[in-house]
């Protein structure tokens, strides 16, 4: 993502680095003076960096000032930094006693403090006369070499200062790694304890020098002769062949996604990462403040309604979490405040994504939560809809329901406000639409809509307070496919915790062609996986009252075989030997018993097949099977089949 590779001849780029003038003493009573794009200490030589330490007597005409030694210190702060990553540098040490070259970063802005407080990253360091040993360092306000305690190697490595080598360091958010020549040297891991031991989660900037002397190099003296340039010779060589920085590229995310946060391309804001106490472990992002976000790629395969799901913690009253697009708001969900940092809810929501490999940003719009990963989910067909997860609105506002099972709903509903829902309509036909309301005003008036256009209007009750949430229900012709409905309040003074829709009177040659099986009954989920099988069909017969009851689940008959025993014929698939046929009984739609395969038996629970037809040419064929007891066994009692269907 950056780099210099020093190429050609000449200045150094000052597109790229930042030099920095230090005078004799000021850092670790080193001797040289720090010099200004000055060739004779800093230059491109033939596409290497040289930063050469000199014994030269140099006169500085701004300050009227003869120095003994001269060197250059060059570093990226402002121009480039980085947070997480690797970095790397190939270079060739300087030779001579005296001379202290290193590698190293600093934090760009200081956050907790000044030096050793806010983390130092030491990726090379030499003393010439220490001959081919290198030394990696780190220090923080725990762990430094003031207090013996710094984080550290040395090692003795050959050749450092007759070839070139690479000197590289990799920086995650739970641990840093030293590497030479690609071999690892050292390491430590972030313990989560506070930025005394780890304050390296903010971004770093790059700085290469050339030091003489001073209380490390110069321990063994300085060797003047090499240093020394009088006549034509030249000084010591600090010999740099390229600086090379990465950020971590984490893969594009395919939908159905689970990310984890901490795995962010780009961010903003002093978010810091913690290790996590949710289901497990690993870490979060935390510290997340207004304005603070996180930045994450994806491929959508087509634009289309999601479901996005965010795992949050909260102990500050929550905040809003934007989901959005090259700054652009693409949805906004309320965060709960749950209770603790580290108790962790999902809250979901549905947002609609354009087709195509783009950059989404997790943004807070309103800070005070923690993340520890989130999913986007091809949205399930909704049949019951939570009220929170509309796609777009007018004038409404999310609260905390107080109802069974907790969540949030709609409140603040006045006259002429909307919620609009993605929904998919399995087949066309009649619906019980059923709305979860409480109102305290003398209820309203809800209409269902879809373009403008209405479909049914409900009247809302006053159930006694804006709490007290009652059941209501209505019948609706709704039409097969994707779509948008509109909750409307024509009569606004109600509250909304969810609503929903139940198929009532199917269109059942839609029904095959929708799922490619046929036969009578409906659909649903009853198995309650939070997915929807292929299909699931229900059969009901009432021995005591064998005429259709719309009333009750349910809403078809079931022929009689020979006058006693149930039967029914249904087509399915043979063309797809992963696709499961299990026979299911009930008698209150609630527990349901495996009806197995007993041809011309008696027992309880099973089943004759009567026919099975040959191959329609499509991949299925019609099967007809029946109750191996006749309807005296079932007398007085509501009896279902079931075929459940799974793949």
């Not at 022929?559 to 992963?578: H, L, Q, V």
């Amino acid at each position: 993502m950056w780099s210099d590779e020093f190429d050609g001849n000449g200045e150094l780029d000052q597109s790229k680095w930042n030099f920095e003038s230090f005078e004799p003493g000021a850092n670790n009573n080193e001797l040289q003076k720090y010099t200004w794009n000055r060739t004779e200490n800093c230059r491109r030589q033939d596409g290497v960096l040289v930063l050469e330490g000199r014994r030269d007597w140099w006169f500085d005409q701004g300050n009227d000032q003869t120095y003994e030694y001269t060197s250059a210190r060059i570093q990226t702060a402002g121009k480039f930094s980085i947070k997480y990553g690797k970095i790397e540098m190939r270079a060739l040490m300087p030779w001579a006693n005296g001379s202290w070259p290193a590698f190293w970063m600093m934090p760009q802005n200081g956050l907790y403090g000044g030096w050793p407080d806010s983390g130092e990253i030491d990726i090379l360091e030499y003393v010439g006369w220490d001959n081919d040993v290198a030394h990696v360092n780190a220090h923080t306000k725990d762990h430094n070499f003031l207090l013996g305690t710094n984080y550290g190697w040395s090692g003795w490595v050959g050749g450092l200062e007759n070839s070139y080598h690479t000197y590289t360091v990799e920086w995650w958010h739970d641990r840093i790694d030293f590497y030479i020549d690609g071999v690892w040297r050292y390491g430590f891991v972030n313990e989560d304890t506070g930025p005394g031991q780890w304050p390296f989660n903010s971004e770093f900037f790059i700085i290469l020098n050339h030091a003489i002397g001073g209380d490390w190099g110069g321990v063994m003296g300085i060797d003047t002769g090499a240093y020394d340039t009088a006549g034509d010779n030249y000084g010591v060589g600090y010999f740099v062949d390229y600086v090379r920085a990465y950020k971590w590229d984490w893969p594009d995310h395919d939908i159905p996604a689970h990310v984890e946060a901490e795995r962010y391309e780009g961010y903003g804001g002093d978010i810091r990462e913690q290790k996590c106490a949710d289901l497990g472990g690993g870490w979060n992002v935390g510290y997340i403040d207004t304005g603070d976000y996180m930045q994450y790629r994806f491929n959508v395969p087509e634009s289309a309604w999601y479901q996005i799901d965010y795992r949050v913690a909260s102990d500050s009253s929550g905040g809003i979490v934007t989901l959005g697009k090259g700054g652009v708001d693409l949805k906004q969900t309320a965060i709960p405040d749950t209770g603790g940092w580290q108790d962790w809810e999902t809250v979901s929501d549905l947002v609609w994504l354009e087709e195509g490999a783009q950059m989404l940003d997790v943004y807070a719009t309103s800070g005070g939560w923690n993340l520890n990963h989130f999913k986007i989910l091809p949205a399930p067909p909704a049949t019951h809809v939570e009220a929170e997860y509309y796609a777009h609105m007018w004038g409404v506002q999310d609260e905390f329901s107080e109802d069974v099972g907790g969540g949030q709903s709609i409140g603040y509903i006045d006259n002429g406000d909307w919620m609009s829902f993605p929904v998919e309509v399995p087949v066309a036909g009649d619906y019980r639409v059923s709305y979860r309301v409480a109102s305290a005003e003398g209820g309203g008036t809800i209409t269902l809509g879809r373009d403008g256009v209405d479909i049914v209007q409900t009247s809302a009750p006053d159930t006694g307070g804006w709490k007290n949430w009652t059941t209501i229900t209505d019948t609706a012709t709704l039409e097969k496919g994707s779509q948008t409905l509109t909750v409307f309040a024509t009569v606004g003074g109600w509250n909304l915790n969810w609503w929903s829709f139940e198929l009532l009177d199917p269109d059942y040659a839609a029904w095959e062609d929708t799922y490619g099986i046929g036969g009578a009954g409906r659909s649903g989920n009853s198995d309650g996986d939070q997915w929807g099988n292929e299909a699931e069909y229900y059969f009901g017969y009432d021995p005591t009252n064998p005429s259709e009851d719309p009333a009750r689940m349910p809403s078809t008959w079931i022929e009689t075989s020979g006058g006693s025993f149930p039967a029914f014929t249904f087509t399915r698939r043979i063309d797809a030997p992963e696709v499961n046929y299990l026979v299911e009984v009930s008698e209150d739609l609630t527990t349901w018993s495996e009806c197995l395969r007993d041809d011309g038996g008696s027992a309880v629970n099973s089943y004759t097949q009567l026919s099975a037809s040959e191959d329609h040419g499509d991949g299925s064929q019609t099967v007809r099977i029946r109750y191996n007891l006749d309807l005296s066994a079932i007398s007085g009692k509501m009896f279902f089949f079931r075929i459940r269907v799974s793949e």
